[in-house]
């Protein structure tokens, strides 16, 4: 996989979903506006019970972070079921 988040949100990488009420762990996470830039701008990965892991900086490190969070919610752009 391409190593930026707007270049993995592609379905050449795994199959869509629209909707964090069927995500699944292991499913990746897409986010757009996290920074200044324009479009998709973070990717996670779900981990359940409406959990990401993300890794937003050095500073914060790898962390779980609640998709139910404001921020996080209103950024949420789709997901991506890996092929395997």
Known sequence: MPGGSAQQFSSRYGR?????????????????????EAGITHVGIYAGNNTMIAARSER?????VSLLDPFWGSRFVGGIRPYR
């Open 16 to 36: 869509f979903i629209g909707s964090t009420s069927v995500l699944a762990p292991g499913d990746l996470v897409f986010f757009e506006r996290t920074t200044e």
């Open 60 to 64: 914060l490190g790898v962390h779980y």
